[in-house]
C-alpha cells in the first residue's frame, strides 16, 4: 500500500518534443505528489507538486496531471530540450508525515 | 550559503567495518531524513527527525542508526557494514514536513562501497 510505481524506466525523446512519465499509487491517504529531478553527482531538488484537489498544474514547460479515480499521475515535458536531461522521481506522501515515498526513477535523455 | 553537505562524498568499507556519515544543514530546517538510493530502485527512506533529539524509522533502517542532538547535524552510523549496504546515501531537510512550500533539500551524496 506504500509503494509508488513509475515508468518508463528510460525514455529518449528529441529535441522539442514531449515527454511523459507516468507513476500509479496505492495509498489513497496519500495527499501530496511532486516530482524531483536529479542530474548526474547531485540530489534530487523539487521540480513541480500538486495536491489532489486540482487535476493539472502547469509551471512553464512542465504539467502534471492528475487523476484521483485511477490513482495515477504523470509529469509531461513540452518542447524538451538537452538540458532536461536528468533523472525524474515520482514521489507521494500523506500530510503531516514527512515521509516521501519515491517511484523507481525515469532516467530521460533528449537528444538534439 | 552551504544548504545540506554531506560527508564524505565517497567511501570503501570491508565487510564488518563501521562507520558514520555526516550530515549538516545551515537552513535552521527542523525536518532532516536519510535516503539511500539504489539503481532502478529509486529512494528509500531509511531514518528521519522532526527535530533535536527526536528519531523515527523510515522504510529501510535496518543496520543504521540515526541521533539528532543539534539542530543543524544528522548522523548516520552503519555498523557491521554489508555489501546489502553499498549504495549512495542522500541526506535532506525541510522546514516543515516536506510538503508544499517546504520542499526537501538535499545534499550531493556520499556514495559508499562495501567489500
Known amino acids: 500500500q506504500q509503494q509508488v510505481k513509475q515508468s518508463p524506466q528510460s525514455l529518449i525523446v528529441q529535441k522539442g518534443g514531449i515527454s511523459i512519465i507516468n507513476c500509479a499509487y496505492e495509498?489513497?491517504?496519500?495527499?501530496?505528489f511532486p516530482w524531483y529531478q536529479q542530474f548526474p553527482g547531485k540530489g534530487p531538488a523539487l521540480l513541480i507538486a500538486?495536491?489532489?484537489?486540482?487535476s493539472e498544474k502547469k509551471e512553464g514547460r512542465f504539467t502534471i496531471s492528475f487523476n484521483k479515480s485511477a490513482k495515477q499521475f504523470s509529469l509531461h515535458i513540452m518542447d524538451s530540450q538537452p538540458g532536461d536531461s536528468a533523472t525524474y522521481f515520482c514521489?507521494?506522501?500523506?500530510?503531516?508525515?514527512?515521509?516521501?515515498?519515491f517511484g523507481q526513477g525515469t532516467t530521460l535523455q533528449v537528444k538534439p | 550559503n552551504a544548504g545540506v553537505t554531506q560527508t564524505p562524498k565517497f567511501r570503501i568499507l570491508k565487510i564488518g567495518q563501521s562507520m558514520t556519515l555526516q550530515c549538516a544543514q545551515d537552513?535552521?530546517?527542523?525536518?532532516m531524513y536519510w535516503y539511500r538510493q539504489d539503481p532502478g530502485m529509486g529512494l528509500k527512506l531509511i531514518y528521519y527527525?522532526?527535530?533535536?533529539?527526536?528519531?523515527d524509522k523510515g522504510e529501510v533502517p535496518n543496520g543504521y542508526n540515526v541521533s539528532r542532538s543539534t539542530t543543524e547535524d544528522f548522523p548516520l552510523r552503519l555498523e557491521l557494514a554489508a555489501p546489502s549496504q553499498t549504495s549512495v546515501y542522500f541526506c535532506?531537510?525541510?522546514?516543515?514536513?516536506?510538503?508544499?512550500?517546504?520542499?526537501?533539500?538535499f545534499g550531493n551524496g556520499t556514495r559508499l562501497t562495501v567489500t
Open positions: 535532506a531537510s525541510s522546514y516543515t514536513t516536506g510538503q508544499g512550500n517546504s520542499p526537501l533539500h
Open positions: 495509498n489513497t491517504a496519500f495527499d501530496y
Open positions: 500538486i495536491r489532489p484537489d486540482v
Open positions: 514521489a507521494a506522501s500523506r500530510s503531516n508525515t514527512g515521509k516521501l515515498i
Open positions: 537552513m535552521n530546517h527542523n525536518y
Open positions: 527527525s522532526v527535530g533535536a533529539g527526536i528519531t
